[in-house]
């Protein structure tokens, strides 16, 4: 079956909007996944309970968040930076080493405060006298985590000699049981305030919290650094611990994401953010956290957006997964707009063009039969050309255009006529 040029037209820009809205989901905005990998932290931390919080939220929003425990957040930025890795986000400190080379991180954000905790029961890192803990048993936390590097900056930065020392490298919880039972002589943690043990060390009366009275001086001179004040007694109120104020120094935990991870996702966790970090705690006011207080790794273009305008406008209205569609058509339609709104502009005047050649092809006909007259005409070209013509006043008839280009069919049926009368006439 023949189709009309009309028709064929149709099916021409039909066949570019659809081939184009295909390529739009899938280049300029693709679905996002319905699980994304999170690294956190060591079973028991503030990272592994946050992370849970995250999973929880996601979740009501169809997609899986799976957790992968961690030693801290020197694994997590490596993992992140594993261009094999499948690990999508991860909290890492602000200022760790390695994150001035992350250049396919991004971040979303500073999320919570974490203080280097010391707690000792030795008398002399009580008194901040690191330089005599050469013969003590200090536990820093597991290798890669943040409290273990933490513990080996501060040591080099007061130039104690890390080769002399013996450090044990124990999980949070056994080093709370060791240090509670006297076979240790100091814990380093850097953890959140609602950590619970923290929490326990706190409230333990044998149990001293290190002040570091030049806590200032730490933070002018290392700008991640930042100053916070333990009020005495916030440990027991009963037994008034600490008895006195305490200065510690803190670094600020930043929510790190790979910058190919969907743009509908890293809004999904800034939303989830700002439920889960912007309760009030220990060391900041209600909604002092997620900020967009970066430091070496940029903030994302989704995040950038977030701080500035909040969620998405589609987010704030409709299910996930519906905004997430509703927006994906109106970008697909953007440039789909610039292919078809011209090619439906151009309809009319391909349409005319078409039924005009169909009837001036037929004039080309007639005009080269008219030319043979023109000179003697014998009998057997006589017959010929009068068949010819008699062929063509036939599809003339038969021609099927709309009835505005009817006048140019009658003119041709006319003009057949004409040449028709000018045959001579058969001896």
Do not use: C
């Not at 997430?324 to 151009?346: R, S």
């Amino acid at each position: 079956m023949k189709l009309s040029p009309r028709l064929l037209f149709f099916i021409i820009i039909a066949s570019i909007s659809i081939i184009g809205l295909v390529l739009a989901f899938d280049l300029i905005n693709p679905t996002p996944p319905r699980t994304v990998i999170m690294s956190t932290g060591p079973e028991g931390s503030a990272y592994a309970e946050f992370a849970g919080q995250y999973r929880d939220h996601l979740a009501s929003n169809g997609i899986n968040l799976e957790l992968r425990s961690s030693g801290g957040t020197v694994e997590n930025l490596d993992r992140l930076n594993d261009p094999h890795g499948d690990v999508d986000i991860a909290f890492i400190t602000m200022g760790s080493a390695g994150t001035e080379n992350s250049i396919h991180v991004r971040s979303l954000g500073a999320m919570l405060f974490e203080p280097l905790w010391v707690f000792a029961v030795d008398p002399d890192i009580a008194r901040g006298r690191f330089k005599l803990i050469q013969d003590k048993r200090l536990s820093i936390g597991p290798e890669g985590s943040r409290s273990n590097s933490s513990a080996r900056s501060l040591l080099r930065l007061l130039e104690v000699d890390l080769d002399l020392l013996h450090f044990l490298t124990l999980d949070p919880a056994d080093a709370v049981s060791e240090i509670k039972a006297g076979t240790i002589d100091a814990v380093f943690m850097v953890t959140h305030s609602i950590t619970p043990v923290v929490k326990e060390l706190m409230a333990t009366q044998n149990v001293t919290l290190v002040d570091f009275k030049r806590a200032s001086a730490y933070a002018a001179l290392y700008p991640q650094l930042k100053k916070l004040t333990v009020p005495a007694g916030v440990g027991s109120l009963a037994n008034n611990l600490p008895p006195e104020d305490v200065n510690l120094l803190a670094t600020t935990t930043i929510l790190a994401v790979r910058d190919d991870l969907h743009p509908a996702i890293q809004s999904l966790f800034l939303d989830a953010a700002s439920k889960i970090h912007a309760i009030p705690d220990l060391f900041h006011a209600e909604g002092s956290f997620p900020s967009e207080q970066t430091f070496r790794i940029p903030l994302s273009t989704s995040a950038s957006r977030y701080y500035k305008s909040g969620q998405p406008f589609l987010q704030r209205f409709l299910p996930f997964w519906l905004a997430v569609l509703v927006m994906q058509i109106l970008v697909a339609a953007i440039p789909l707009i610039g292919i078809v709104y011209p090619a439906l502009k151009l309809i009319p005047s391909v349409f005319s063009w078409a039924m005009r050649r169909r009837i001036f092809r037929l004039y080309g006909e007639l005009r080269r039969l008219e030319s043979r007259l023109g000179k003697e005409v014998k009998e057997q070209d006589r017959e010929e050309i009068a068949e010819k013509l008699d062929d063509l006043d036939r599809r003339v008839r038969n021609l099927k255009v709309p009835t505005a280009y009817s006048n140019l069919v009658f003119a041709l049926r006319m003009h057949v006529d004409v040449v028709r009368a000018r045959l001579p006439v058969s001896d």
